[in-house]
């Protein structure tokens, strides 16, 4: 079961208030693209939110998932071992195919957190939960649409510094 489901547990770990506050916010079909407002989302217009919310930064709104696993400018590579800093984006991909496309990625936000058992506390939109939920990393393995850990993406550090800020970057 998604540790969100017990939220008494949440509240009592050291996740940002602003992150907990999109915990049973809806899913929808509706893309970072789209431009339009919306009470939900999926989880890659999620993901614009909760950077939104908890630094103030606004990803260009063509950041999808595709954009996020091939760039190198705003976003570097972190090793699936770790360590992990809160923010680091996962991407999942399903446990079946052999093939790779990474429009199709799934994207969670790492909390900063981890469980009982030392396992990442993961942000995201589910389809399964039809909500933003918090899932430990085991969690996304046991669920065939996510179950392939294929990238871990961090901000880059030089853009960490201007978080005094609001950033915004160029669409382009």
């Avoid at 017990?6 to 049973?24: A, C, D, R, T, V």
């Avoid at 970072?32 to 993901?47: F, I, N, T, Y």
């Avoid at 981890?114 to 990442?120: E, G, R, W």
Wanted: net charge positive; charged share 20%; proline share 8%.
């Amino acid at each position: 079961m998604p540790i969100s489901h017990n939220y008494n547990i949440l509240q009592k770990m050291s996740i940002n208030p602003e992150l907990l506050s999109f915990i049973g916010k809806p899913y929808a079909k509706i893309s970072p693209q789209a431009g339009k407002e919306s009470v939900g989302g999926d989880c890659r217009w999620w993901l614009h939110k909760f950077y939104q919310a908890r630094f103030r930064i606004t990803l260009p709104t063509g950041m999808w998932s595709q954009e996020i696993y091939d760039d190198h400018q705003i976003f570097q590579t972190v090793a699936e071992a770790g360590p992990f800093k809160e923010a680091d984006i996962f991407m999942f991909r399903p446990n079946h195919g052999s093939r790779l496309d990474p429009r199709q990625l799934h994207v969670a936000y790492f909390t900063g957190e981890v469980d009982f058992n030392d396992q990442p506390l993961l942000l995201h939109a589910s389809q399964y939960d039809q909500q933003v939920t918090v899932w430990s990393l085991p969690d996304f393995f046991a669920k065939s649409r996510y179950g392939k850990l294929e990238r871990v993406k961090r901000l880059k550090p030089e853009l960490w510094e201007p978080l005094v800020k609001p950033l915004i970057f160029a669409a382009g």
